[in-house]
């Protein structure tokens, strides 16, 4: 979770910052169509009182790679992650696709966004194109950005790496 303190004061309808001047954030990601793992995730939204949902990305398809998760139905997602329109900011995973966002009512197709958080800027991503070893300055620094990024976050798994047995006398 991220408290973003903001100037303007509270506004219910909008969800913008609290009376304090605070907003509070959770950070989610790879739902993979899971409806089980999506109903957890807004439950701990309501649980936690956030203000704002921030997705990074993989949202409703699994992927040719992965397994199917526990309590995939896609279907099932659309209007949990719809329900909660106002409130999400979201970008797109490797998994994203445009019929995803045929189906969704908010975008989900941006490689990443910017957040002000204070004083400071939060650079989301999913991490497929943008990641700690292609973060790209054209992007985070435009003229006409006054603050610098200051925070990156990634949705970021570690790779299983696989070593290719050959037996002997194997081309």
Not at 64 to 90: H, M, Q, S, T
Not at 128 to 134: L, T
């Amino acid at each position: 979770m991220l408290d973003s303190p903001q100037r303007r004061p509270y506004n219910e309808a909008n969800g913008t910052a609290k009376e304090d001047g605070t907003m509070k954030w959770m950070i989610a990601s790879d739902l993979h169509g899971s409806a089980k793992y999506c109903r957890q995730m807004v439950e701990a939204f309501e649980r936690e009182g956030a203000d704002r949902l921030l997705l990074l990305g993989d949202l409703l398809y699994h992927g040719p790679r992965n397994d199917l998760p526990d309590g995939y139905a896609p279907k099932e997602v659309i209007p949990l992650l719809n329900g909660l329109k106002p409130k999400l900011c979201c970008v797109r995973g490797n998994c994203e696709a445009e019929v995803d966002q045929m189906v969704l009512s908010f975008p989900v197709m941006a490689d990443y966004c910017i957040l002000p958080v204070g004083e400071k800027l939060v650079y989301a991503t999913h991490g497929h194109i943008y990641n700690k070893k292609n973060l790209s300055l054209i992007h985070i620094s435009e003229p006409t950005r006054r603050t610098p990024i200051s925070y990156a976050v990634f949705c970021l798994k570690k790779k299983k790496k696989y070593r290719q047995r050959r037996e002997c006398g194997e081309g």
